[in-house]
Nanobody, 118 residues
Framework: EVQLQASGGGLVQVGGSLRLSCAAS????????IGWFRQAPGKEREGVSC????????YYADSVKGRFTISSDNAKNTVYLQMNGLKPADTAVYYC???????????WGQGTLVTVSS
């Protein structure tokens, strides 16, 4: 059974940082690409970042390049999203899930809310 659990969201000031974690089970990050999606108020869900440790492929949305970094701890089967220089536009529910570039490949879990105050 594929399970994905995002955590680490919260309230942060403009310019602050957060690290989100995604605990995966039923598969490993070496076997499948795992990444992050978000849905902001009034907007469609978008792909934020995607990474597979198997081949090193990474994707970042243009809006987060240079500010967000995806990484993984294969021993813990966990994927992280380090978010720096947060902006109000980053406010969204963030989900981790399987991915191909910017596109979901069908699995995601419960999201975690990130709120960036101005």
């Amino acid at each position: 059974e594929v399970q994905l659990q995002a955590s680490g969201g919260g309230l942060v000031q403009v310019g602050g940082s957060l690290r989100l974690s995604c605990a995966a089970s039923g598969f490993t990050s070496d076997e499948y690409a795992i990444g992050w999606f978000r849905q902001a108020p009034g907007k469609e869900r978008e792909g934020v970042s995607c990474m597979t440790s198997r081949d090193g492929m990474t994707y970042y949305a243009d809006s987060v390049k240079g500010r967000f970094t995806i990484s993984s701890d294969n021993a813990k089967n966990t994927v992280y999203l380090q978010m720096n220089g947060l902006k109000p536009a980053d406010t969204a529910v963030y989900y981790c899930g399987t991915c191909y570039g910017s596109v979901s490949t069908g699995y995601w879990g419960q999201g975690t809310l990130v709120t960036v105050s101005s």
